[in-house]
């Protein structure tokens, strides 16, 4: 209702008055909904009628009184036409009414050209009205030169219109950023580091905020990570990018305590995020845990941790604890692995069981078991086990 009143009081308002107020002897009601008879609202004689349906009989005749003293469009009914042509739904059209007035007091001629440049770039239907909805003013503010070459821009970086589409759906706020000011230059940038789009495209996809921070900003983020010893030519450095660019300082702080703590210094701290910048997006808790348990269960040295991130990036009940338990029993049992902790514990699940759980089946069938704890059946590893069972 509150909205209503806000939609009736700015259609009233001098700013959005058409020339036609200027014959004091036109006056205009509009009839929001069909289920108002012809008798219920006096009308003045020269009044226009639009039907628009969304809103009850109570907010109809509330909307009557202020409007009597206003005027509108001879035919507001055509702009209300023209919408549902170019694939509006009724709530849609009330959405965007409500919202914005001033869209009542176009006409078709200003926006069909717009409209026409929207759907040659491949807005149509349901897509077109939600842009629309979401970019009101972006239809009227320097629409040729501002709005379009943001959106060519996209599809170009992104690869096709429909990734731009998915992406405006999570992300409304995506085209008021400047390109001249924010975001060419992020852009640039990570060019110059030797990043190529496919990977900029990915991570505009999935983490958009990371291309939309201020350039001064991913500036600074840069320094920091090349003072922690990744090079702006290193394959992570994109990926040491990401990690701090979602990693506040103080978060960041916390997890350089914790590790210190743990047995790291901080030159294993730095050596860990060269290697594996995502080491440091668990929480702190999971990091503990999983420290705790490679250096007092497995028996590693805080240093060798280090120097294998990875490790702290696996899963602790899914692939840290079983594996490492299977290498104990086959240890106990006399048949020892050459191969290293991290490549044993990296490897796919396949080669795993090939390699460790079924050529032992016949002296340790407990193997099996062990093999399936912490996993959901979902995982689809006891299927695997099945399968490569029957095989062997």
């Not at 990734?163 to 230059?185: C, H, M, Q, V, Y």
């Not at 394959?235 to 210190?260: C, D, E, I, P």
């Not at 689809?380 to 069972?389: F, N, P, Y």
Request: glycine share 6%; charged share 25%; net charge positive.
């Amino acid at each position: 209702m509150m909205m209503f009143r806000f939609f009736i009081k700015k259609l009233c308002g001098p700013a959005f008055q058409h020339p036609s107020s200027r014959n004091p002897t036109f006056r205009c009601i509009c009839c929001f909904s069909t289920s108002i008879t012809e008798g219920t609202i006096p009308k003045p004689p020269s009044a226009v009628e639009f039907n628009y349906v969304g809103f009850s009989s109570e907010e109809t005749l509330r909307a009557s009184k202020p409007l009597n003293e206003s005027t509108l469009p001879q035919q507001p009914e055509l702009i209300l036409g023209f919408l549902k042509r170019s694939g509006f739904d009724d709530i849609q059209i009330k959405n965007l009414v409500s919202r914005h007035p001033k869209w009542l007091l176009l006409d078709e001629e200003t926006l069909q050209p717009k409209f026409k440049a929207l759907q040659d770039l491949g807005f149509s239907g349901p897509d077109l009205a939600g842009f629309i909805i979401a970019n009101p003013f972006g239809i009227f503010r320097d629409f040729e030169h501002n709005l379009l070459p943001k959106i060519e821009f996209w599809i170009d970086l992104l690869g096709s219109f429909e990734a731009l589409i998915k992406l405006l759906k999570n992300n409304r706020r995506f085209l008021k950023r400047s390109l001249e000011k924010t975001i060419i230059p992020n852009v640039m940038m990570l060019r110059e580091c030797g990043i190529p789009d496919i990977r900029i495209r990915s991570v505009v996809k999935h983490r958009p905020s990371f291309i939309l921070q201020k350039p001064d900003r991913f500036k600074t983020l840069a320094a920091h990570v090349e003072k922690m010893g990744v090079p702006r030519s290193s394959g992570m450095f994109f990926w040491a990018l990401s990690s701090l660019q979602s990693t506040s300082v103080a978060r960041f702080n916390a997890r350089l305590k914790l590790m210190k703590s743990l047995g790291w210094s901080k030159e294993d701290f730095n050596t860990a995020f060269c290697k594996n910048p995502l080491f440091l997006t668990p929480s702190l808790k999971v990091m503990k845990e999983k420290m705790e348990f490679l250096v007092n269960e497995v028996g590693c040295e805080p240093s060798y941790v280090a120097n294998h991130p990875v490790l702290l990036s696996l899963s602790l009940e899914k692939r840290l604890i079983p594996r490492h338990w299977v290498l104990q029993m086959l240890k106990l049992r006399g048949l020892g692995n050459r191969k290293s902790l991290t490549t044993v514990m990296c490897c796919s699940d396949k080669k795993f069981i090939n390699d460790f759980v079924l050529c032992h089946l016949k002296e340790i069938p407990e193997l099996l078991g062990i093999c399936s704890i912490g996993r959901k059946k979902k995982d689809g590893l006891d299927v695997l086990v099945q399968k490569l069972s029957v095989l062997a």
